[in-house]
């Protein structure tokens, strides 16, 4: 005995795949090998396929779970039985899994034979025809319970489109009230209308698309702009500050005002008013020879012989040893002790 197992998903809910598989009838419509499936009643069908040769069997269905499986074994013709199991996958998809068991005819030689290449050619086969199931159920609407409704009926791999139908097959199809001529023609009008809804949707999204990529992209410029842009500008801020950390290691000049012991004034000009940082002038005769400077007399036209001796306070020496001194009082004490040293030297000339 042979055994193949076929599985594909189908993207569809598992009511919807459920109920189209069940619609033997039409295998015809979608399939290469099935030549003919008619009914003779609800539970039993004929069958006639042709892979490696023509083959037909009468079967019973057995074992049938609404939207979860369905089997068949044959009564007559080929020996073989067969069972369909429909899992759902995610979101809106089915797995479909196909199981059948026969036995070549010709019993020990029709084993030869199929172990020499029909099994794996039944088993491509096979393969080939579940693909173009999933094809018809996907390109049917959402929701249908009847192929007839599918895009894909009729395609050209089909063995009714390659006119290898049967003729008890034709016969069933004239009598089905889908396939009236009117209600081809209604069909072909809805496929029509349909496939222009299609495609114009379609186009729409892709130019939903187009405008979203264009958008992206400017949004993209815009922000490797603004990316330029900061770049600049810390590059920038990385130089200035380079430069000032540059400044701050590299040693500077000493200001002769600023930087000076005494601070600004220190080293300022005198001005008619004296230094900004007193009352007065600090030293009023500092442009005079320290040797030689002494306070003014009261009269600046007289003459004096100096005295060996005689001693006279230089406001410079007061000033450094920093003694109170008066300037006018001060001034006063050479003249008094001078007149009193020259009266006192005329008395001795008169003696």
């Not at 603004?226 to 990385?238: F, G, K, T």
């Amino acid at each position: 005995m042979a055994e193949h197992h076929v599985s594909v998903t189908v993207r569809a809910p598992v009511q919807q795949v459920y109920a189209l598989f069940t619609h033997f009838n039409d295998f015809p419509k979608f399939m290469r090998f099935v030549k003919e499936v008619t009914y003779h009643d609800d539970q039993r069908s004929h069958w006639v396929a042709r892979v490696g040769g023509r083959h037909e069997w009468d079967a019973v269905n057995e074992g049938w779970i609404p939207d979860q499986q369905i089997g068949w074994r044959s009564i007559d013709g080929l020996q073989n039985t067969g069972r369909v199991k429909f899992t759902p996958v995610g979101t809106g998809q089915t797995m479909v899994d196909v199981f059948l068991n026969y036995t070549p005819p010709a019993g020990v030689l029709g084993v030869a034979v199929e172990k020499l290449g029909m099994d794996s050619h039944f088993q491509s086969v096979l393969e080939e025809d579940m693909q173009h199931f999933a094809r018809m159920v996907e390109e049917a609407p959402p929701g249908a319970l009847d192929p007839m409704s599918s895009h894909y009926l009729f395609h050209e791999g089909s063995a009714v489109a390659r006119g290898e139908a049967t003729s008890r097959q034709e016969e069933s199809m004239e009598h089905d009230p889908m396939m009236a001529e009117e209600r081809l023609r209604e069909r072909d009008t809805t496929i029509a209308r349909q496939q222009a809804a299609s495609y114009s949707e379609e186009q729409r999204r892709q130019a939903e698309e187009q405008a979203r990529l264009q958008q992206v992209e400017r949004a993209s410029a815009e922000q490797e702009a603004v990316l330029l842009e900061q770049d600049r500008r810390n590059r920038q801020e990385a130089a200035a500050r380079r430069e000032q950390e540059a400044a701050m290691e590299k040693p500077r000049e000493p200001h002769p005002v600023y930087d000076t012991l005494g601070g600004r004034n220190a080293a300022m000009a005198n001005t008619p008013f004296g230094d900004q940082d007193a009352r007065g002038e600090r030293f009023p005769q500092h442009n005079q020879d320290p040797m030689k400077a002494r306070a003014a007399y009261e009269n600046a036209g007289m003459t004096r012989t100096p005295v060996e001796g005689e001693e006279v306070a230089s406001p410079w020496e007061s000033q450094i040893h920093g003694r109170p001194f008066d300037v006018e009082e001060e001034g006063q004490r050479p003249l008094e002790e001078g007149k009193i040293h020259r009266q006192q030297e005329q008395r001795d000339l008169n003696e």
